[in-house]
């Protein structure tokens, strides 16, 4: 299986968001990565050898551990939603060539050798990551320390053909394109960009920052993907996090709430995520890019959280159906609504293109005292 072998189907098919990376094996991966690569024509610009590409990503490859969730797998993810959100915002036309390689690489790079344990538990357990990094981002530090200790092989090192100039540029961006994608920063760098919003322009410097927002909406992109990608990532996840929290049960460490697995529950940890994180963000890079709105994200991914309503429920009268969410978009308001005894449900408006729009009901179960 080699890159000349990969269909025009298949090429195309990788340039959207709804690609499913659960019906490719990771030898595969590596070749649609090298597709990424060829057909965003970085090969030609950066002068990037075939063969150095190859050992490259094998590299990474190798960098990233067998964990449950921070896997080869979701690099490749991440890193495939960054491709396809280039095409779909049309970046190929809006920034240069370089921003575009800083962007896919940090994709690339951006959790290598992630030990299945968060920041908070690197800090309690001090851990040698905290100790190396005084407790500042100490895995997003050492994922981007492995990226650059990756390059430094000659025979992996795809920027050996730039001038000194253009590696410094790229290594500035990555460096803060992966240190961007520590979520206890997420507030900080995403109000950084909704304040530049109005004023927003792509040949201004200072703009760079939609850089660091398309790594980190890559990152956590998985709830917009079609209902049966991005189930399956939820469990991965969770096992992750109730393997850190069985960890710091039994080393006597604060426990991360939202990894208790007696206190997490599927559908409430999805919908809070949702909420709080996800659709913000995805909100603010609508603005910039309207065409999203017409865009299959999202779409498929809210209705799990329908689908997940309310057993004991008698009169729900606000949800819609499935097939009625096509070509919306959505916001959360802040009403709560009650649905019965046990679970209460976030209002969510839909809108197209600002004409219609009629409300839904986000359910959380929840008990309600
Ligand atoms: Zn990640």
Same mark, same amino acid.
């Not at 469990?235 to 049960?249: I, R």
């Not at 697995?261 to 599927?266: A, Q």
């Given at each position: ?14 340039? !959207? ?8 094996? =990771?030898? =595969? ?10 057909d ?6 950066f ?10 990503? @094998? ?10 969730f ?10 495939? *939603? ?36 968060n ?10 990551l ?13 994922h ?9 092989k000659?025979?992996?090192? +795809? ?14 961006? *990555? ?8 979520m206890s ?22 703009? &760079? ?6 790594? &980190? ?13 991005? =189930?399956?990532?939820?469990d ?5 996090? @109730? ?20 206190k997490?529950?599927?559908?409430s ?51 819609a ?7 919306f ?21 839909? !809108? ?5 729009s ?9 008990? +309600?005292?």
């Amino acid at each position: 299986f080699s890159s000349l072998q990969v269909t025009e189907e298949v090429r195309e098919h990788l340039k !959207t968001p709804t690609f499913d990376n659960w019906q490719w094996e =990771e030898a =595969e991966m590596l070749v649609l990565l090298q597709v990424m690569y060829t057909d965003l024509d970085f090969l030609t610009a950066f002068q990037i050898e075939p063969e150095a590409l190859q050992n490259f990503l @094998f590299e990474v490859y190798c960098h990233y551990n067998n964990i449950p969730f921070h896997n080869f797998q979701h690099c490749f993810c991440v890193t495939q *939603m960054m491709y396809g959100l280039i095409w779909l915002t049309d970046l190929r036309n809006k920034l240069s060539r370089v921003d575009l390689l800083i962007m896919l690489t940090s994709a690339l790079c951006h959790d290598l050798d992630h030990p299945g344990y968060n920041n908070v538990y690197q800090i309690n357990a001090q851990t040698d990551l905290a100790l190396r990094y005084n407790d500042i981002s100490p895995l997003e530090n050492h994922h981007c320390a492995v990226a650059f200790g990756i390059l430094a092989k000659p025979e992996c090192n +795809i920027l050996k053909n730039l001038s000194n100039e253009q590696y410094k540029l790229i290594r500035g961006g *990555m460096i803060k394109c992966i240190l961007a994608t520590d979520m206890s920063r997420h507030n900080e760098i995403l109000n950084k960009f909704k304040a530049m919003q109005p004023v927003f322009n792509f040949t201004n410097k200072e703009h &760079k920052e939609l850089m660091k927002i398309m790594v &980190k909406v890559s990152d956590i992109s998985n709830e917009a993907r079609p209902m049966e990608v991005a =189930e399956p990532w939820l469990d991965c996840l969770l096992q992750e996090f @109730f393997n850190q929290s069985d960890t710091e049960k039994l080393k006597g460490l604060p426990v991360t709430p939202f990894m208790d697995r007696d206190k997490v529950s599927k559908p409430s940890s999805q919908t809070s995520f949702i909420r709080f994180v996800l659709l913000p963000l995805f909100t603010e890079l609508t603005k910039l890019f309207p065409c999203l709105e017409d865009s299959d994200l999202f779409y498929e991914s809210l209705p799990i959280d329908i689908s997940e309503k309310c057993r004991h429920r008698s009169e729900a009268s606000f949800v819609a159906t499935l097939s009625s969410i096509q070509g919306f978009y959505f916001t959360v308001t802040e009403t709560k609504v009650r649905v019965c005894d046990f679970c209460i449900g976030y209002q969510i408006k839909k !809108t197209k293109q600002n004409k219609q729009s009629f409300t839904l009901v986000l359910f959380r179960r929840e008990q +309600i005292k």
